[in-house]
């Protein structure tokens, strides 16, 4: 089993910043890949940055060059630094992991933490 926990959400004003954190823990041997994925109220759940084992970076149209995503992977955990923050950054952000085992992928999420960006 694989846990996922978020923290560092809140409440910003526009312009400016935070980060979030993912730790993960239990059976994470075999990560391929860790990601942030966020979802607004009534819109779907959409895809934000990820980083691979080897550390190469994917990041959204709309959070380039705002957001940075990095892993340390001493600490079995994912950060994502947000800055410049827009009222459209508003939205409950998701850790998700992808972990291979015996040639399978298994996906994994976490709870999720609320970012409100407002004046």
């Known amino acids: 089993q694989v846990q996922l926990v978020e923290s560092g959400g809140g409440l910003v004003q526009p312009g400016g910043s935070l980060r979030l954190s993912c730790a993960a823990s239990?059976?994470?041997?075999?990560?391929?890949?860790m990601g942030w994925y966020r979802q607004a109220p009534g819109k779907q759940r959409e895809f934000v940055a990820l980083?691979?084992?080897?550390?190469?970076?994917n990041y959204a149209d709309s959070v380039k060059g705002r957001f940075t995503i990095s892993r340390d992977n001493a600490k079995n955990t994912m950060y994502l630094q947000m800055d410049s923050l827009k009222p459209e950054d508003t939205a409950v952000y998701y850790c998700?992991?992808?972990?291979?085992?015996?040639?399978?992928?298994?996906?994994?999420w976490g709870q999720g933490t609320q970012v409100t960006v407002t004046s």
């Open positions: 980083v691979t084992n080897d550390g190469s970076t």
């Open positions: 998700n992991t992808d972990i291979s085992r015996s040639s399978l992928h298994f996906n994994y």
């Open positions: 239990g059976s994470i041997l075999g990560i391929n890949y």
